[in-house]
């Protein structure tokens, strides 16, 4: 993981030293509200098995983000905060549902004009669910994705985020239950 991980950087290095951002000028910010669709997946574990049987829970996302851009042409970092209905269909039994107010941070790396590599942090505030109060109130993943701006300012940003922190409140090591998510959104940057 470690050599992956490192190899990823130096690749993102190698690219991003001759791209520029789309038309944003050193030390300048942008506004970007944005609407799409968030999926959910549960991914977990039960007496050191690993839990199957579910599918991807379909919600919507929608938010703001904020950029600066520094001085590297290449370089961009956003903080956010954005609604995303995640959870997951269990095979057989009800739907988990499971929105959270996220606050994404991240770094973006400008590969070629208008196009990022994007990677961060990201806490999450549940702020609603049906199962009668048995997750976390709180969230940490980490997001990775990508974006397009195009010359009028419409951008496509495509995320997946990998929770770091449990879902359940049980506490104890035979369940361990994660919501991972991504989204699609469309958004406008000012």
Sequence with gaps: MKKFFMM???AVACLTANAQNARH???SFTIQPMIGFSVGTFRGEYSSSTVT???ARVGLAIGAEAEYYTSTPWLSVSAGLKYEQLGWKWKD???VKLDYIDIPVMANFYVAKGFALKIGVQPGILVNDNINGD???FNFSIPVGLSYEFNNGITLDLRG???LTRVDKFNNDDYKYYTDGGSLTIGYKF
């Design 25 to 27: 000028a050193a030390g």
């Design 8 to 10: 990823a950087v130096m």
């Design 135 to 137: 997750c976390k109130s």
């Design 93 to 95: 039994a009800s739907d």
């Design 53 to 55: 049987g579910n599918e």
């Design 161 to 163: 985020g990998y929770s």
